[in-house]
């Protein structure tokens, strides 16, 4: 018996219709492998002209027992991993970004990289929804898997993060030094205020403190007395 | 979008059949109403707010990708 799934997905265009296809696949069989799916183009769609004769691309999307078998073979990959990469996957497409979600582990933690398209969506003004998507992650992660820790990470952005709050301790600690009085930054989360604090911590002439509650909680650089 | 909140809050709390999302339309936005059992309202909420404080970030952000304005309230 080979039972095949089938789904039909609409879009603006067929790129976007064969996209929303294999979400709902996906959905279906996580970790599934988009060669094992056939797409069948049942119509371009119309762009139309500012929105007359509009109409959407439309595909529909097949896998076979097969491939849907591969799919489960795909999650032998550790479990405290799958629900990472699962969660992570389930919450973008949820918030219609389109990226694709890669694993790693990396320093005893687990590393969740999204690539494609409206990342900027994705981490949000001061990196406030990406943290998000990475606080709930982490909360549901630790419900089932208590102690394992999880980053979720686009296209390099907690390097470029990193790098610029390096820069801004290193500016905030010649300030302090300057001016001989305390410097307060912006309010930040506690991995955050954590890579200024080690910035810091080897420069002579100033140390730092963390005051404020959270959320609102910020680093304070000021000369070393 | 409400079909993510719903997602999410079962997977954070001890009764996840309990889990009901009301979607309340006006005329600017639209209002998330998460239902949940009166024991696991702490668990949506979190420690000094910020599981609710996330999801709050998720919502908006989902909602601005369709250029709604999306509010998460959370019942009690």
């Given at each position: 018996m080979n039972e095949e799934l089938r789904v039909e997905s609409t879009g603006e265009t067929v790129g976007e219709a064969k996209w929303a296809a294999m979400r709902k696949l996906e959905r279906v069989?996580?970790?599934?492998?988009?060669?094992a799916v056939r797409f069948q183009v049942v119509s371009e769609g119309e762009r139309g002209l500012l929105g007359v004769g509009y109409t959407p691309a439309r595909v529909v999307a097949t896998v076979d027992e097969e491939g849907r078998a591969e799919s489960t073979a795909r999650s032998d990959e550790p479990v405290d991993i799958a629900l990472v990469r699962g969660l992570v996957t389930r919450i973008t497409a949820g918030m219609g970004i389109q990226c694709s979600v890669d694993m790693a582990e990396q320093e005893g933690g687990i590393v969740a990289t999204c690539s494609g398209r409206d990342l900027g969506l994705l981490i949000g003004r001061h990196g406030q929804t990406i943290d998000a998507v990475q606080y709930l992650t982490n909360a549901i992660l630790a419900r089932s898997i208590p102690g394992r820790y999880a980053v979720v990470d686009a296209a390099g952005y907690r390097a470029r993060r990193e790098a610029s709050l390096s820069a801004l301790a290193r500016r905030a600690a010649d300030d302090a030094v300057q001016r001989g009085g305390r410097v307060e930054l912006e309010p930040m989360t506690a991995v955050e205020r954590k890579i200024v604090h080690l910035q810091l911590k080897?420069?002579?002439g100033v140390e730092t403190t963390s005051e404020g509650t959270e959320p609102n909680r910020f680093v304070v650089v000021l000369p070393s007395s | 979008m409400a079909e993510l909140l719903a997602y999410l809050a079962r997977q954070l709390v001890?009764?996840?059949?309990a889990v009901r999302v009301e979607e309340v339309e006006s005329e600017h936005l639209v209002v998330l109403r998460l239902h949940v059992a009166k024991d696991d309202v702490g668990k949506v909420i979190g420690r000094q707010g910020r599981i609710a404080r996330a999801l709050r970030a998720i919502v908006r952000a989902g909602g601005a990708r369709d250029g709604r304005r999306l509010v998460l309230e959370i019942a009690d």
């Amino acid at each position: 018996m080979n039972e095949e799934l089938r789904v039909e997905s609409t879009g603006e265009t067929v790129g976007e219709a064969k996209w929303a296809a294999m979400r709902k696949l996906e959905r279906v069989c996580p970790g599934l492998d988009k060669a094992a799916v056939r797409f069948q183009v049942v119509s371009e769609g119309e762009r139309g002209l500012l929105g007359v004769g509009y109409t959407p691309a439309r595909v529909v999307a097949t896998v076979d027992e097969e491939g849907r078998a591969e799919s489960t073979a795909r999650s032998d990959e550790p479990v405290d991993i799958a629900l990472v990469r699962g969660l992570v996957t389930r919450i973008t497409a949820g918030m219609g970004i389109q990226c694709s979600v890669d694993m790693a582990e990396q320093e005893g933690g687990i590393v969740a990289t999204c690539s494609g398209r409206d990342l900027g969506l994705l981490i949000g003004r001061h990196g406030q929804t990406i943290d998000a998507v990475q606080y709930l992650t982490n909360a549901i992660l630790a419900r089932s898997i208590p102690g394992r820790y999880a980053v979720v990470d686009a296209a390099g952005y907690r390097a470029r993060r990193e790098a610029s709050l390096s820069a801004l301790a290193r500016r905030a600690a010649d300030d302090a030094v300057q001016r001989g009085g305390r410097v307060e930054l912006e309010p930040m989360t506690a991995v955050e205020r954590k890579i200024v604090h080690l910035q810091l911590k080897d420069v002579d002439g100033v140390e730092t403190t963390s005051e404020g509650t959270e959320p609102n909680r910020f680093v304070v650089v000021l000369p070393s007395s | 979008m409400a079909e993510l909140l719903a997602y999410l809050a079962r997977q954070l709390v001890d009764e996840p059949d309990a889990v009901r999302v009301e979607e309340v339309e006006s005329e600017h936005l639209v209002v998330l109403r998460l239902h949940v059992a009166k024991d696991d309202v702490g668990k949506v909420i979190g420690r000094q707010g910020r599981i609710a404080r996330a999801l709050r970030a998720i919502v908006r952000a989902g909602g601005a990708r369709d250029g709604r304005r999306l509010v998460l309230e959370i019942a009690d």
